[in-house]
């Protein structure tokens, strides 16, 4: 085992530690969450940013990985013993046509996209890191609630390495059909609980303990440090440099969280200058996040955050969530406490937009040739509410993550391009501006060649 890495309790006031061979969804002094912590006096660490990973490198296995090449960031496992299924090479790239969607000055806008990774989307970057861990504790059995994508990843890595098994629960109905496709074909014995995922999360916590099954969700600290490396490739994209703003949506606050921690890191290393800030986008049908922060006035306040307050607000909460954005569609995200410190570390905000602005945003971005899934598209929309507000200036540099494949959601790219009303019915979503449908047209020769010459 890797000697600077341990496991700390995140409240400052409590900072509860133990060894990285236990298995602890929580705190067992608080139950609040936990981090990974390291000992950065006993790690290998370069003088920069840019020193981190050298431009060129020997070809294996770690290199190719878009996590374990920063794995010196990452300290908790001796090199050979990574597991890794080629995740996190993903593309960082600028996209002048969504910079002037969202009104940014040419050239300011980034867009990191994690749907490249093997499973379609950026869950891919903390699954490393989780069976990377579950190996080195030996688990056998992983379990995970998902809105998607977190099942659809664990089922690639269970069938791609088979360490663990994969049991997924998701609720029923509320699952994107690229999705559930791939939990089904990778072989993860599926439960689809009456409920939403907020319900099959809730189950999930209780079934991992009671059933002893390695859990895979956000709580579990490891996966998180996984997921501190799509920072690192934004980083890497610009040099070393830090953008003024980093855009991502907001569900279960697992990405956001891990942002939080690794600028917080990065800085304390002196291995940045700057903090970027960071812009956590709800979906309107799901904005714990957003009226927490901006309604609520919850802050991180050094740990102080108002668990109890936290509990009753949550007590009280019936509302259900709902949004398009199927993967964002959650009320009740267990790394809340997480995500308020990310916001400290990084002056960031939480905003939220209505399922209409995402999906204009997604198509836009779609006209970069690189699609991306509704939730995906709430860090554009997002981006663009800032914008107008004033808050994000035009000529600041900004990075927006993508956090999952067009083809994961297909049915809500063909309802808002077709205008068949079957968004209407589901989600109450009229019109759109960009709509992109198939033209109809008779099997004729002559009707063919008029519709081209008209439309083409
Ligand atoms: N974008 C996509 C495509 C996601 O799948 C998720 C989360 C998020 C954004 C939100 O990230 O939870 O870290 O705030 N999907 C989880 C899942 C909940 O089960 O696949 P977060």
New binding site residues.
């Given amino acids: 085992m890797s000697a600077p890495a341990f496991q700390r309790c995140i409240i400052p006031d409590c900072a509860w530690t133990f060894d990285i061979a236990e298995i602890l969804p929580g705190c067992p002094a608080c139950g609040e969450l936990v981090d990974v912590a390291y000992d950065w006096d006993k790690a290998e660490l370069p003088k920069s940013f840019k020193d981190l990973v050298p431009e060129k490198t020997v070809a294996g296995p770690l290199e190719f990985s878009g996590v374990w090449r920063f794995r010196r960031l990452l300290p908790f496992s001796e090199d050979g013993t990574q597991v890794t299924i080629g995740e996190g090479r993903t593309l960082f790239r600028p996209a002048p046509k969504v910079a002037e969607y969202v009104g940014l000055k040419p050239g300011r806008l980034f867009l990191q996209y994690?749907g490249m990774n093997p499973s379609g989307?950026?869950?891919d970057n903390g699954m490393a890191g989780a069976f990377t861990h579950a190996k080195l504790v030996g688990a056998k059995v992983a379990a995970?609630?998902?809105?998607?994508?977190?099942?659809?990843?664990l089922a690639a890595f269970a069938s791609a390495t088979g360490i663990m098994r994969a049991v997924v629960f998701i609720g029923s109905g509320k699952i994107a059909m690229g999705?559930l496709s791939q939990a089904l074909e990778y072989g993860a014995r599926t439960f689809e609980i009456e409920g939403d995922?907020d319900d099959a999360m809730a189950r999930v916590l209780e079934v991992s303990k009671r059933a002893g099954i390695y859990l895979v969700?956000?709580v579990n600290p490891f996966r998180l440090e996984g997921?501190k490396t799509i920072m690192y490739r934004i980083l890497a994209g610009l040099g070393g440099e830090s953008p003024d703003w980093v855009f991502?949506?907001?569900?279960?606050?697992?990405?956001?969280?891990?942002f939080g921690k690794a600028f917080g890191e990065l800085k304390e290393l002196g291995l940045i200058d700057r903090v970027p800030r960071l812009a956590?986008i709800n979906a309107t049908g799901a904005r714990t996040l957003s009226r927490v922060v901006n309604e609520e006035g919850f802050r991180w306040n050094g740990g102080r955050w108002g668990r109890e307050r936290a509990d009753g607000f949550f007590r009280d909460l019936k509302d259900k969530a709902h949004t398009i954005?199927s993967?964002?569609e959650?009320n009740r995200?267990v790394?809340l406490s997480k995500?308020l410190r990310a916001l400290d570390i990084t002056d960031g905000v939480a905003r939220d937009c209505p399922d209409s602005d995402i999906l204009d945003a997604k198509a836009v971005v779609g006209t970069e040739g690189i699609g991306?899934?509704p939730?995906?598209a709430?860090s554009v929309a997002g981006l663009k509410k800032l914008v107008e507000e004033g808050v994000v200036d035009k000529d600041a540099r900004v990075a927006c993550v993508l956090?999952?494949h067009l083809l994961?959601a297909p049915e809500a790219t063909i309802g808002y391009h077709a205008q068949d009303g079957s968004l209407e019915k589901k989600y109450g979503i009229t019109g759109g501006r960009f709509p992109n449908g198939p033209v109809k047209v008779p099997n004729d020769i002559e009707k063919i060649l008029d519709a081209v010459r008209r439309e083409g």
Avoid at 144 to 153: F, K, L, M, P, Q
Avoid at 248 to 258: D, F, K, Q, T
């Fill in positions: 994690e989307s950026f869950k995970c609630a998902s809105t998607g994508n977190t099942s659809a990843s999705k995922f969700n956000s997921q991502c949506p907001g569900g279960n606050l697992g990405n956001s969280s891990a956590v954005a993967a964002i959650i995200p790394n995500c991306c899934e939730a995906s709430a956090t999952g994961k």
